[in-house]
């Protein structure tokens, strides 16, 4: 058995994103998926509104489906190839809501004004749309019934340069508009700094570390946030930067060794290393698993 | 949003059609089909005699101007009871590959996308299907339900479904892990229609490939079984009875008796197997080269 | 520096039934000896194709129209497809953007190498297979031996692309054909490739020419840096004078649009979007997109000129918004 996630805790404000980033593999993407119930965790805890939805079945899920949205990395995968635009928009509202047919196509229209699509794209296939189109119409979707939280998985990823800043700027637009609240997952640390208000950092199916983003990104505390900080190629040949570095590639979680999980790579390791660090609150609002976080906020 | 699922299989097929006549020897064999199926339809305007009228002053003509393809021992025109006979062998076949398509289609959706110990159990009972022979199989199911028209259907759909099921599954499996599958969960959609609505109509264009090919064999089978008197009984007009019937004549010399039912069984089958090649090639890489 | 290879005029066309898209419109390139050079813009701006042009990969319906490109002196044009394919891969070669594709499955890496260097260096079996190990550790490979005897589909995507990079470098190609090398590596994993590429380029003088979109990239490890745009060359800079001076309204856009860990930014994303290469209007092919936009653009394309020494820039009105950046 794999523990892909491992204990993992956090909690999203109305209102606020908060990013969650890693390294492929580290898990983020399955916190997605728990999230949405596309996966069923094995153990622990998911409440909404105060309500647990971790254990509903289906049926009992249904109501919160209208609350918490997703969108897909992949705008072309997630959309599909033998339905229209406007009936992959439509069918949320048709699912979730007693609108007439009239009243759905006036939503349907203003949704896609919203996400900055004309309306003659409705009865076009995905095929027939550019990529960028395409996860325009993945957020119509996604917002189409009004949700209060939308877990966006990498959804600038398979964007090109100019279209990304754009997909950037409307997720921000529509957060603003509508108070909703994101999960941001990336790998992608300059969106995640420009979009979200906190971050996550993962790393083998656990948080190392999570903090305000102004703070993590001015002095990231635990090793592995500093060396994937490290590691962003920084678009200013004059920048300074910080030569840190981890050791190897990221292991498989199959055969992780005891105590914090980075030790073989750390650079800082000590023997205390051996004894798993628990993520604890080493300043206010600011959490991070490592035994040495202390001697590195000195 | 069942317009949706009509709109977007019509789409499908109209790629299918744009490609198709890119292809000759394809378009050709489609033409030929629909040459035949025109013909059968308009049976009674297009044959020149009642396939059931008999002639006593013209029995065993070989063919001329008079009757091209000959007539038999009652004097009955070899053309006509041939174009008559279109109408049972394509209604037979176009209606057994229907059923099989649609319970095979369905039974191996739901199927492939429950993947529990029913589609074990469903699984193993189609392997078991497919390993005896099919046409010793129809034969049974005909000899056991008597040998009506329908039941002749019926027979020969039971004999193709488990090759429906089989595809149909091992494209669900694949399209159950879709992400547009999860999107489609994500937004609130019962099971039933990620199976109908979301997946299914993205196996249809192997599903037609398939159909198109077993029509072909589904004809053949009837032809076979009516051959050997199991399937259509004379004096309805048939092809596999029309041929069983020229068999018999061969020794005394009235070869157009077997010949032209023949060709007409052949030339059908034929026609078939390369529509169905065709939109095999055509779809082989999947569709993916028109995005 | 000398002039390693020589672009002049280049011009690619892809034929479809709407008519030709001008994938690469009369670019001018130089690569010198040893430099890394970043060749950069958004996707459709001709990057790749004027890789595959140089190595003369152009396969129908793509025809190269115009131009030549002279490597080392040759004009490779001229060669026939036999001398050219001795040309690729021995010097010039190609390292691509999906490494585990471009791997061949049911071959353990280690032989992938050494048959190309049997291939092409002309080594005998044992040397080959020496030869390879030495590549592997020069690619920083941990236990090549065990590594070697490894298939592609048991290797991480960043091994994958070390062991792309030893296949490059096998056979001491004097210029590799980097294109996006690192895209879709994890962030950890891409800095350490690019630092290999660096430190290999210095160590054997073979000259990198980098397509990439990513400006982080260009200012981690480029000399000098092409911006192209609609399949034009619209500025031409050494490194540094390109991030402090960028003149061309396009360049700015560029850098702008994106979001950095560095310092906090107001995102501003590039107005319009690249225009269509199917019978492009005459004139500047970024006017549809341009803020400095004046009637001259529109009517003919602006040349090369030079902004500062070594940097060219294809821009009507760079001169009067020198400073008002």
């Given at each position: 058995m794999v523990r892909a996630v491992d204990s993992v805790s956090f909690d999203v404000a109305p209102g606020e994103t908060?990013?969650?980033?890693?390294?492929?593999?580290?898990?983020?993407?399955?916190?997605?998926?728990?999230?949405?119930?596309?996966?069923?965790?094995?153990?622990?805890?998911?409440?909404?509104?105060?309500?647990?939805?971790?254990?509903?079945?289906?049926?009992?899920?249904?109501?919160?489906?209208?609350?918490?949205?997703?969108?897909f990395q992949d705008p072309t995968a997630s959309l599909n190839p033998r339905l229209s635009v406007r009936s992959m928009v439509e069918e949320a509202l048709m699912l979730h809501t007693k609108y007439a047919p009239k009243e759905r196509r006036a939503r349907v229209e203003e949704l896609m004004h919203e996400v900055g699509l004309g309306r003659d794209l409705l009865d076009r296939y995905p095929h027939e749309l550019s990529g960028g189109q395409r996860q325009r119409v993945n957020i119509a979707r996604a917002i189409a019934t009004n949700p209060r939280f939308v877990v966006l998985d990498e959804p600038t990823s398979a964007?090109?340069?100019?279209?990304?800043?754009?997909?950037?700027?409307?997720l921000e637009n529509l957060r603003e508009h509508h108070g909703l609240s994101y999960l941001f997952i990336s790998h992608d640390l300059a969106t995640v700094k420009y979009l979200a208000s906190r971050v996550a950092v993962m790393y083998l199916g656990s948080i190392v570390e999570l903090s305000d983003t102004r703070d993590l990104f001015a002095k990231p505390l635990h090793p592995y946030t500093r060396a994937l900080l490290a590691a962003v190629p920084v678009p200013d040949p004059d920048a300074k930067r910080d030569d840190f570095a981890l050791a190897g590639e990221i292991p498989s979680p199959i055969d992780v060794a005891p105590g914090c999980r980075l030790r073989g790579r750390c650079p800082l390791a000590k023997p205390v290393c051996a004894e798993r660090p628990p993520l604890k609150e080493v300043a206010p609002g600011r959490f991070v698993a490592c035994h040495l976080a202390s001697e590195l906020d000195a | 949003m069942s317009e949706s699922l009509f709109v977007s299989s019509s789409t499908a097929l109209t790629l299918m059609w744009q490609r198709l006549k890119q292809n000759p020897l394809s378009f050709a064999a489609l033409c030929v089909i629909v040459l035949i199926a025109t013909a059968a339809i308009f049976a009674p305007l297009v044959a020149p005699y009642a396939p059931d009228a008999t002639d006593a002053t013209a029995a065993l003509e070989s063919p001329s101007w008079r009757h091209p393809l000959g007539t038999d021992e009652y004097g009955r025109d070899q053309l006509s009871r041939i174009i008559f006979a279109a109408r049972v062998d394509l209604v037979v076949a176009f209606a057994a590959t229907l059923i099989a398509v649609t319970i095979g289609g369905l039974l191996g959706a739901i199927l492939g996308y429950s993947r529990g110990w029913a589609d074990m159990v469903a699984m193993r009972a189609v392997d078991a299907l497919m390993a005896f022979p099919a046409f010793v199989l129809a034969m049974g199911i005909t000899a056991g339900l008597g040998n009506s028209t329908t039941n002749v259907a019926i027979a020969i759909s039971i004999t193709q479904i488990p090759a429906y099921l089989r595809l149909t599954r091992g494209e669900m499996?694949?399209?159950?892990?879709?992400?547009?599958?999860?999107?489609?969960?994500?937004?609130?959609?019962?099971?039933?229609?990620?199976?109908?609505?979301?997946?299914?109509p993205n196996c249809l264009p192997p599903l037609i490939v398939q159909a198109t090919l077993a029509t072909g064999f589904a004809l053949l089978t009837m032809a076979s079984l009516s051959f050997i008197g199991l399937g259509i009984q004379p004096p309805q007009s048939e092809w596999g009875?029309?041929?069983?019937?020229?068999?018999?004549?061969?020794?005394t010399g009235e070869w157009w008796l077997f010949l032209f039912p023949g060709l007409a069984i052949m030339i059908s089958v034929l026609a078939f197997n390369l529509v169905g090649d065709g939109l095999r090639d055509l779809l082989d890489p999947r569709m993916r080269g028109v995005r | 520096m000398t002039e390693l290879l020589n672009i002049s005029d280049l011009t690619v066309h892809f034929q479809i039934n709407q008519g030709a898209i001008e994938a690469v419109d009369h670019i001018n390139l130089t690569i010198r000896r040893g430099e890394v050079l970043g060749l950069v813009g958004e996707s459709g701006s001709g990057k790749s194709v004027t890789s595959f042009a140089i190595l003369r990969l152009i396969r129908p319906p793509g025809r190269v129209v115009s131009g030549n490109v002279q490597f080392d002196g040759v004009d490779l044009g001229s060669l026939t497809e036999e001398e050219m394919r001795r040309i690729r891969g021995a010097k010039i070669a190609?390292?691509?953007?999906?490494?585990?594709?471009?791997?061949?499955?049911?071959?353990?890496v280690g032989k992938q190498i050494s048959r190309l260097?049997?291939?092409?260096?002309?080594?005998?079996?044992?040397?080959?297979?020496?030869r390879m190990l030495e590549m592997l550790r020069l690619v920083r490979i941990p236990a090549p031996e065990k590594r070697a005897n490894q298939y592609p589909h048991q290797l991480s995507g960043g091994m994958c692309q070390r062991v792309m990079i030893a296949m490059a470098l096998a056979t001491s190609p004097e210029l590799l054909l980097a294109d996006e090398p690192t895209t879709g590596l994890d962030v950890s994993i891409a800095a350490k490739i690019l630092d290999l590429l660096r430190e290999l380029s210095a160590r054997t003088g073979a000259a990198i020419m980098l397509v990439t979109h990513d400006l982080g990239v260009v200012a981690e490890i480029c000399d000098r840096v092409a911006v192209m745009h609609a399949g034009q060359v619209v500025e031409c800079a050494?490194?540094?004078?390109?991030?402090?001076?960028?003149?061309?309204?396009?360049?700015?856009?560029?850098?702008?649009?994106?979001?950095?860990?560095?310092?906090?930014?107001?995102?501003?994303?590039?107005?319009?979007?690249?225009?269509?290469?199917?019978?492009?209007?005459?004139?500047?092919?970024?006017?549809?997109?341009?803020?400095?936009?004046?009637?001259?653009?529109?009517v003919s394309r602006p040349p090369l000129v030079e902004a500062a020494p070594g940097h060219v820039v294809a821009c009507y009105g760079f001169e009067e918004h020198r400073d008002a950046n």
């Open positions: 908060l990013g969650l980033v890693g390294e492929s593999g580290c898990g983020k993407s399955t916190v997605a998926r728990c999230l949405v119930r596309l996966l069923d965790p094995t153990g622990g805890s998911i409440r909404y509104a105060g309500k647990e939805i971790a254990t509903l079945d289906p049926h009992a899920l249904k109501p919160f489906r209208r609350d918490i949205q997703m969108v964007l090109d340069v100019s279209l990304r800043s754009r997909a950037i700027l409307l | 499996l694949r399209l159950r892990e879709m992400e547009y599958a999860d999107a489609a969960r994500t937004v609130g959609n019962p099971t039933w229609r990620i199976v109908l609505i979301h997946l299914l009875v029309m041929a069983a019937e020229g068999a018999s004549q061969i020794v | 190609m390292v691509s953007q999906s490494p585990r594709t471009a791997l061949n499955p049911v071959l353990t260097l049997m291939l092409h260096a002309g080594l005998s079996a044992r040397e080959a297979e020496k050494p490194m540094r004078e390109l991030f402090h001076n960028p003149a061309h309204p396009y360049t700015k856009a560029l850098v702008r649009s994106i979001p950095r860990v560095d310092r906090d930014v107001v995102l501003e994303p590039i107005p319009g979007s690249v225009p269509s290469l199917v019978n492009p209007p005459p004139g500047c092919r970024y006017a549809g997109r341009c803020e400095w936009v004046s009637d001259r653009c529109r």
